[in-house]
Protein backbone atom coordinates (compact mmCIF):
# COMPACT_ATOMS: atom_id res chain seq x y z
CA UNK A 1 0.00 0.00 0.00
CA UNK A 2 1.94 2.73 -1.33
CA UNK A 3 1.34 6.72 -0.62
CA UNK A 4 -1.20 8.49 -2.87
CA UNK A 5 -2.10 11.87 -3.57
CA UNK A 6 -5.58 13.22 -2.00
CA UNK A 7 -7.26 13.68 -5.50
CA UNK A 8 -7.03 9.89 -5.63
CA UNK A 9 -9.52 8.06 -3.56
CA UNK A 10 -12.99 8.33 -3.90
CA UNK A 11 -15.50 9.10 -1.07
CA UNK A 12 -19.32 8.16 -0.53
CA UNK A 13 -21.93 8.43 1.51
CA UNK A 14 -24.04 4.97 2.30
CA UNK A 15 -26.90 3.53 4.18
CA UNK A 16 -26.94 -0.20 5.69
CA UNK A 17 -29.83 -1.61 6.86
CA UNK A 18 -29.54 -2.73 10.28
CA UNK A 19 -31.77 -4.24 13.10
CA UNK A 20 -32.90 -0.38 14.25
CA UNK A 21 -33.04 0.89 11.23
CA UNK A 22 -30.77 2.20 8.01
CA UNK A 23 -26.91 2.85 9.65
CA UNK A 24 -25.12 5.76 7.57
CA UNK A 25 -22.12 4.90 6.71
CA UNK A 26 -18.81 6.38 4.28
CA UNK A 27 -16.96 4.53 2.13
CA UNK A 28 -13.12 5.74 1.29
CA UNK A 29 -11.21 3.81 -1.56
CA UNK A 30 -8.36 4.23 -4.07
CA UNK A 31 -9.98 5.46 -7.26
CA UNK A 32 -6.70 3.56 -9.15
CA UNK A 33 -8.24 0.11 -7.95
CA UNK A 34 -4.97 -1.71 -8.47
CA UNK A 35 -3.25 0.16 -5.46
CA UNK A 36 -5.68 -1.69 -2.87
CA UNK A 37 -5.79 -4.95 -5.03
CA UNK A 38 -6.05 -7.77 -1.94
CA UNK A 39 -6.10 -5.25 0.36
CA UNK A 40 -9.49 -6.27 3.21
CA UNK A 41 -11.35 -3.41 3.49
CA UNK A 42 -10.95 -1.54 7.56
CA UNK A 43 -14.80 -0.96 8.91
CA UNK A 44 -13.61 1.99 11.32
CA UNK A 45 -15.60 3.20 14.12
CA UNK A 46 -14.72 6.57 16.03
CA UNK A 47 -14.73 7.64 19.69
CA UNK A 48 -16.51 10.40 21.37
CA UNK A 49 -17.53 8.12 25.25
CA UNK A 50 -20.72 6.51 23.22
CA UNK A 51 -22.57 10.06 23.12
CA UNK A 52 -20.80 12.63 20.80
CA UNK A 53 -19.07 12.44 17.23
CA UNK A 54 -20.36 11.91 13.74
CA UNK A 55 -18.40 10.52 10.59
CA UNK A 56 -16.91 14.45 10.05
CA UNK A 57 -15.26 13.79 13.41
CA UNK A 58 -11.52 13.71 12.22
CA UNK A 59 -11.15 10.48 14.32
CA UNK A 60 -13.53 9.04 11.69
CA UNK A 61 -13.15 11.25 8.30
CA UNK A 62 -9.19 12.26 8.46
CA UNK A 63 -8.18 8.80 9.44
CA UNK A 64 -10.05 6.88 6.64
CA UNK A 65 -8.67 9.40 4.43
CA UNK A 66 -4.99 9.00 5.32
CA UNK A 67 -5.83 4.74 5.15
CA UNK A 68 -6.99 4.94 1.66
CA UNK A 69 -4.90 7.57 0.05
CA UNK A 70 -1.94 4.43 1.43
CA UNK A 71 -4.17 1.76 -0.90
CA UNK A 72 -6.23 0.60 2.49
CA UNK A 73 -10.22 0.46 1.67
CA UNK A 74 -11.95 1.79 4.77
CA UNK A 75 -15.71 2.44 5.75
CA UNK A 76 -16.55 4.67 8.14
CA UNK A 77 -19.99 3.86 10.77
CA UNK A 78 -22.05 6.51 12.59
CA UNK A 79 -23.40 4.01 14.66
CA UNK A 80 -26.06 4.94 17.35
CA UNK A 81 -25.02 7.36 19.94
CA UNK A 82 -25.99 6.57 23.85
CA UNK A 83 -27.52 9.11 26.00
CA UNK A 84 -26.03 12.18 27.26
CA UNK A 85 -24.07 11.83 30.36
CA UNK A 86 -26.45 13.36 33.01
CA UNK A 87 -29.64 14.11 30.63
CA UNK A 88 -30.57 10.79 29.56
CA UNK A 89 -33.84 12.45 28.46
CA UNK A 90 -32.34 14.28 25.78
CA UNK A 91 -32.57 13.55 22.11
CA UNK A 92 -34.27 10.17 22.50
CA UNK A 93 -36.85 10.60 19.89
CA UNK A 94 -36.58 10.20 15.81
CA UNK A 95 -35.42 7.38 13.99
CA UNK A 96 -31.39 8.10 15.11
CA UNK A 97 -32.50 8.67 19.05
CA UNK A 98 -29.80 8.27 21.46
CA UNK A 99 -30.02 4.78 23.37
CA UNK A 100 -27.73 2.56 25.63
CA UNK A 101 -25.76 -0.41 24.73
CA UNK A 102 -26.79 -2.95 22.76
CA UNK A 103 -27.78 -0.64 19.58
CA UNK A 104 -24.38 0.78 18.71
CA UNK A 105 -22.77 -2.90 19.06
CA UNK A 106 -25.78 -4.21 16.51
CA UNK A 107 -25.26 -1.46 14.30
CA UNK A 108 -21.60 -2.57 13.83
CA UNK A 109 -22.16 -5.98 13.09
CA UNK A 110 -24.61 -4.95 10.60
CA UNK A 111 -22.41 -3.24 9.04
CA UNK A 112 -20.03 -6.03 8.90
CA UNK A 113 -22.08 -8.60 7.98
CA UNK A 114 -23.28 -7.05 4.67
CA UNK A 115 -20.19 -5.91 4.03
CA UNK A 116 -18.65 -9.76 4.38
CA UNK A 117 -20.95 -10.66 1.55
CA UNK A 118 -20.42 -7.59 -0.27
CA UNK A 119 -16.84 -8.49 -0.67
CA UNK A 120 -16.17 -11.93 0.52
CA UNK A 121 -12.70 -12.28 -0.89
CA UNK A 122 -10.93 -9.42 0.40
CA UNK A 123 -11.46 -10.19 3.83
CA UNK A 124 -12.54 -7.55 6.53
CA UNK A 125 -10.56 -6.01 9.41
CA UNK A 126 -12.51 -3.91 12.44
CA UNK A 127 -10.83 -1.23 14.00
CA UNK A 128 -11.76 1.26 16.33
CA UNK A 129 -10.38 4.45 18.47
CA UNK A 130 -11.64 5.56 22.52
CA UNK A 131 -14.85 4.46 22.99
CA UNK A 132 -15.06 3.02 18.98
CA UNK A 133 -12.11 0.47 19.86
CA UNK A 134 -14.15 -0.52 22.92
CA UNK A 135 -17.53 -1.11 20.38
CA UNK A 136 -15.31 -2.83 18.18
CA UNK A 137 -13.80 -5.05 20.56
CA UNK A 138 -17.12 -6.05 22.00
CA UNK A 139 -18.32 -7.00 18.28
CA UNK A 140 -16.00 -9.72 17.28
CA UNK A 141 -18.56 -12.49 18.95
CA UNK A 142 -20.95 -11.84 16.95
CA UNK A 143 -19.23 -10.82 13.70
CA UNK A 144 -18.52 -12.75 10.61
CA UNK A 145 -15.13 -13.79 9.88
CA UNK A 146 -12.40 -10.88 10.54
CA UNK A 147 -8.59 -10.60 9.18
CA UNK A 148 -7.41 -8.23 12.42
CA UNK A 149 -8.76 -6.10 14.72
CA UNK A 150 -7.08 -2.57 15.00
CA UNK A 151 -7.59 -0.82 18.71
CA UNK A 152 -5.91 2.50 19.45
CA UNK A 153 -6.56 4.37 22.88
CA UNK A 154 -9.52 1.82 23.91
CA UNK A 155 -10.79 0.52 26.85
CA UNK A 156 -11.97 -2.95 27.34
CA UNK A 157 -13.35 -3.53 31.30
CA UNK A 158 -15.93 -2.13 33.34
CA UNK A 159 -14.09 -1.03 35.82
CA UNK A 160 -10.63 1.07 34.89
CA UNK A 161 -7.38 -1.00 35.73
CA UNK A 162 -5.85 1.63 38.23
CA UNK A 163 -2.19 2.40 37.15
CA UNK A 164 -1.02 5.27 39.82
CA UNK A 165 2.35 5.80 37.80
CA UNK A 166 -0.03 5.98 34.21
CA UNK A 167 -2.46 8.91 36.09
CA UNK A 168 0.62 11.17 37.17
CA UNK A 169 1.32 11.51 33.23
CA UNK A 170 -1.90 12.40 32.75
CA UNK A 171 -1.91 16.66 31.83
CA UNK A 172 -4.41 19.28 31.29
CA UNK A 173 -8.42 18.57 31.47
CA UNK A 174 -8.49 15.23 31.12
CA UNK A 175 -7.11 14.65 34.83
CA UNK A 176 -10.88 15.15 35.39
CA UNK A 177 -12.31 14.19 32.57
CA UNK A 178 -10.93 10.64 32.87
CA UNK A 179 -10.39 10.69 36.35
CA UNK A 180 -11.03 6.90 36.79
CA UNK A 181 -14.01 6.64 38.96
CA UNK A 182 -15.75 9.16 36.49
CA UNK A 183 -15.11 6.91 33.59
CA UNK A 184 -16.00 4.14 35.58
CA UNK A 185 -19.58 5.28 36.01
CA UNK A 186 -19.68 6.45 32.85
CA UNK A 187 -18.86 3.92 31.13
CA UNK A 188 -21.54 1.49 33.08
CA UNK A 189 -24.04 4.03 32.83
CA UNK A 190 -23.85 3.17 29.05
CA UNK A 191 -23.61 -0.58 29.38
CA UNK A 192 -26.68 -0.61 31.46
CA UNK A 193 -27.93 -4.71 31.98
CA UNK A 194 -25.80 -5.16 28.63
CA UNK A 195 -22.13 -5.00 29.86
CA UNK A 196 -20.99 -7.49 27.15
CA UNK A 197 -22.43 -5.15 24.74
CA UNK A 198 -19.94 -3.14 25.56
CA UNK A 199 -16.66 -5.27 26.47
CA UNK A 200 -15.54 -8.10 25.36
CA UNK A 201 -16.41 -11.17 27.27
CA UNK A 202 -13.13 -13.53 28.54
CA UNK A 203 -14.55 -16.32 27.05
CA UNK A 204 -14.74 -15.27 23.78
CA UNK A 205 -11.50 -14.14 23.70
CA UNK A 206 -10.16 -17.14 21.60
CA UNK A 207 -12.42 -16.02 18.91
CA UNK A 208 -10.61 -13.04 18.17
CA UNK A 209 -8.31 -12.12 14.96
CA UNK A 210 -4.66 -11.06 14.86
CA UNK A 211 -4.87 -7.41 16.63
CA UNK A 212 -2.81 -4.38 16.68
CA UNK A 213 -3.16 -1.82 19.56
CA UNK A 214 -2.03 1.30 19.59
CA UNK A 215 -2.14 3.46 23.01
CA UNK A 216 -0.95 7.07 24.25
CA UNK A 217 1.75 7.62 26.85
CA UNK A 218 -0.16 9.31 28.76
CA UNK A 219 -3.28 8.35 28.97
CA UNK A 220 -5.20 6.36 31.91
CA UNK A 221 -7.05 4.18 29.59
CA UNK A 222 -3.73 2.68 28.66
CA UNK A 223 -3.51 0.34 32.00
CA UNK A 224 -6.85 -1.20 30.35
CA UNK A 225 -5.28 -1.43 26.85
CA UNK A 226 -1.98 -3.37 28.76
CA UNK A 227 -4.27 -5.97 30.64
CA UNK A 228 -6.87 -6.57 27.36
CA UNK A 229 -3.34 -7.05 25.33
CA UNK A 230 -1.88 -9.55 27.97
CA UNK A 231 -5.66 -11.64 28.25
CA UNK A 232 -6.04 -11.66 24.55
CA UNK A 233 -1.95 -13.25 24.50
CA UNK A 234 -3.13 -15.45 27.08
CA UNK A 235 -5.33 -16.99 25.10
CA UNK A 236 -3.73 -17.96 22.33
CA UNK A 237 -4.05 -14.33 19.89
CA UNK A 238 -1.24 -12.99 18.02
CA UNK A 239 -1.05 -9.60 19.35
CA UNK A 240 1.50 -6.42 18.07
CA UNK A 241 1.14 -3.46 20.57
CA UNK A 242 2.50 -0.20 20.87
CA UNK A 243 2.58 2.80 23.09
CA UNK A 244 4.01 6.13 21.42
CA UNK A 245 5.73 8.25 24.03
CA UNK A 246 4.81 11.40 25.53
CA UNK A 247 1.07 11.34 23.19
CA UNK A 248 -2.08 12.46 24.78
CA UNK A 249 -5.60 10.41 24.16
CA UNK A 250 -7.39 10.91 21.27
CA UNK A 251 -4.58 12.09 19.49
CA UNK A 252 -6.56 10.52 15.94
CA UNK A 253 -8.57 13.83 15.82
CA UNK A 254 -5.39 15.99 15.31
CA UNK A 255 -3.85 14.92 11.56
CA UNK A 256 -0.71 16.22 10.64
CA UNK A 257 0.98 15.50 14.03
CA UNK A 258 3.45 13.28 15.08
CA UNK A 259 1.16 10.76 16.79
CA UNK A 260 -1.46 11.11 13.88
CA UNK A 261 1.11 9.74 11.12
CA UNK A 262 2.94 7.55 13.08
CA UNK A 263 -0.17 5.30 13.89
CA UNK A 264 -1.37 5.82 9.96
CA UNK A 265 1.92 4.58 8.74
CA UNK A 266 2.17 1.67 11.52
CA UNK A 267 -1.76 0.63 10.54
CA UNK A 268 -0.54 0.45 7.18
CA UNK A 269 2.66 -1.46 7.47
CA UNK A 270 0.60 -4.12 10.02
CA UNK A 271 -2.01 -5.03 7.07
CA UNK A 272 0.87 -4.88 4.23
CA UNK A 273 2.64 -7.89 6.48
CA UNK A 274 -0.44 -9.70 7.01
CA UNK A 275 -2.20 -9.86 3.63
CA UNK A 276 -4.75 -11.66 2.24
CA UNK A 277 -4.20 -15.53 1.37
Known amino acids: MRGMHQDTIEVADDRIDGPHGPVPVRRYRPLDRSAGTGAPTLVWVHG??????DLDLPESDAVARALAERGLPVVTVDYRLGPLPGLPWLGRGGPRGRRRAPHARDEIVAVLR??????????????????GACLAASAV??????????????????????????????????????????LDLSNRA???????????????????????LIDAERDVMRASGERFADELADAGIEVERHVLPDSRHAFLNRPGTRDFDDTIERIVDWADRNPIR
Request: aromatic share 8%; with cysteine; proline share 11%.
Open 114 to 131: HLHHETPSAGLLLGGASA
Open 141 to 182: ATAPPLVGLVLTYGFFHARLPRDPAVRRLVRGHRRLTHAPLL
Open 48 to 53: GGFFRG
Open 190 to 212: YAGGCPTAVYPAPDDLGGFPRTL
